[in-house]
């Protein structure tokens, strides 16, 4: 009978196993309900009933920690790390140096209207740029005076100055 206590419970970890592959929670209630019975097999069979009390329970109290500590170990380390590889890309996209930023006080031209977002020309590279002063016209002259994600944040050049 200890045979088929063993049988039925390692197919139910087996069943619970195979819910990582087929969605459904068919195989999974099935894998729960063999171990469950295997512990109730062990709980009320008349072949362990020589047993003392304490000996059953701990035998089914093995059983389902043991089924438990199985599952988390399988998911673990074996079911996360093939779902990663099957269906995760590992391809890298390399970073720029913060292609955004330029040091404070380089000069260029709005190429757009600064409303107080728009485009700008640093010396041949076009950045996206963010006025302090709110509206300035294209074809200003700008002042870079700091960074932020994604824009630089410049002010106009006064023709005074």
């Known amino acids: 009978?200890?045979?088929?206590?063993?049988?039925?419970?390692?197919?139910?970890?087996?069943?619970?196993?195979?819910?990582?592959f087929i969605p459904g929670m068919i195989a999974g209630i099935l894998g729960?309900?063999?171990?469950?019975?295997?512990?109730?097999?062990?709980m009320m069979a008349e072949e362990f009933s020589h047993w003392p009390a304490w000996g059953r329970g701990a035998v089914a109290c093995f059983i389902i920690v043991g089924s438990a500590i199985l599952q988390l170990?399988?998911?673990?380390?074996?079911?996360?790390?093939?779902w990663s590889r099957t269906f995760t890309l590992q391809a890298e996209i390399?970073?720029?140096?913060?292609?955004?930023?330029?040091a404070c006080g380089t000069e260029g031209v709005a190429?757009?209207?600064?409303?107080?977002?728009?485009?700008?020309?640093f010396s041949g590279s076009r950045r996206e740029v963010r006025s302090e002063?709110?509206?300035?016209?294209?074809?200003?002259?700008l002042?870079?005076?700091?960074?932020?994600?994604?824009n630089l944040l410049v002010r106009a050049i006064s023709l005074h100055s």
């Open 1 to 20: 009978m200890i045979t088929t206590v063993a049988i039925i419970v390692i197919l139910g970890v087996l069943l619970m196993i195979l819910e990582t």
């Open 32 to 42: 729960v309900l063999c171990v469950l019975t295997g512990v109730l097999l062990v």
């Open 73 to 82: 170990i399988w998911l673990r380390f074996f079911a996360v790390q093939f």
């Open 94 to 102: 390399p970073s720029a140096e913060n292609p955004q930023t330029l």
């Open 111 to 121: 190429l757009t209207e600064l409303r107080p977002l728009g485009r700008a020309d």
């Open 133 to 141: 002063d709110g509206f300035i016209p294209a074809g200003s002259r």
């Open 143 to 150: 002042c870079v005076t700091g960074a932020e994600p994604g």
